[in-house]
């Protein structure tokens, strides 16, 4: 059970829009910052988001990031095939004094 | 370029020790906050360590406490994880991971894992 929780799965055809949800507590989303991860299966994970609504250089403008109390969300437009794969998002929680990770939303 | 490339997994036995290590090169390493995150096999991905820039301050995932230990050798542009009193929870794809000037910011460049296999 992963503290910061994302829908398992989701689906879209090429083209299309998804938005992936992040759900979190006061203790990690509700007071610091959100990143966001893409993993292609067999490599290892890439920075999407930063601070909640960053793109690292070469990050194209199809991807943005929200964040609102305690929730956060990546938005994706315009799907290729190449963003197949799971995106995690993350952040810090003070309560357990570490990093948190969602559990992982799997893109086909 | 920024690299970070991890080496040190094998397949180890319940109970063992092991080391692990990741190189850095292309920016200022002691700048740089420096992670270990790993990856049970058909599994999310699981925040495990965290050091400062001159290892004095370090934190870590409670399933690790006491087990594990994170150091960084600036002078070598490297980071490590000693791992103890392994088990088979343990077994994982590690990731080291470049963050930023704090512990808050994010995982900017990731390596490619090593992986740890722990198996009797």
């Known amino acids: 059970q992963s503290v910061l929780t994302q829908p398992p799965s989701m689906s879209a055809a090429p083209g299309q829009r998804v938005i992936i949800s992040c759900f979190g507590s006061s203790s990690n989303i509700g007071n610091n910052h959100v990143s966001w991860y893409h993993q292609i299966p067999g490599t290892a994970p890439k920075l999407l988001i930063y601070?909640?609504?960053k793109r690292p250089s070469g990050i194209p403008d199809r991807f943005s990031g929200s964040k609102s109390d305690t929730s956060a969300t990546l938005d994706i437009t315009g799907l290729q095939t190449g963003d197949e794969g799971a995106y995690y998002c993350?952040?810090?929680?003070?309560?357990?004094?570490?990093?948190?990770f969602g559990g992982g939303t799997k893109l086909t | 370029e920024v690299k970070v490339g991890e080496s040190g997994g094998v397949v180890v036995q319940p109970g063992g020790s092991l080391t692990l290590s990741c190189a850095a090169s292309g920016f200022a390493f002691d700048d740089h906050v420096m992670h270990w995150v790993r990856q049970a096999p058909g599994k999310g991905l699981e925040w495990v360590s965290t050091?400062?820039?001159?290892?004095?301050?370090?934190y870590y995932t409670e399933s690790v406490k006491g087990r594990f230990a994170v150091s960084r050798g600036n002078s070598k542009n490297s980071l490590y994880l000693q791992m103890n009193y392994l088990s088979v929870d343990d077994t994982a794809m590690y990731y080291c991971?470049?963050?930023?000037?704090?512990?808050?910011?994010?995982?900017?460049?990731w390596g490619q894992g090593t992986l740890v296999t722990v198996s009797s």
């Open positions: 050091v400062n820039w001159d290892g004095s301050v370090t």
């Open positions: 601070d909640n609504n």
């Open positions: 993350a952040t810090w929680d003070y309560r357990l004094g570490g990093w948190v």
């Open positions: 991971a470049r963050g930023g000037n704090t512990n808050l910011d994010a995982f900017g460049f």
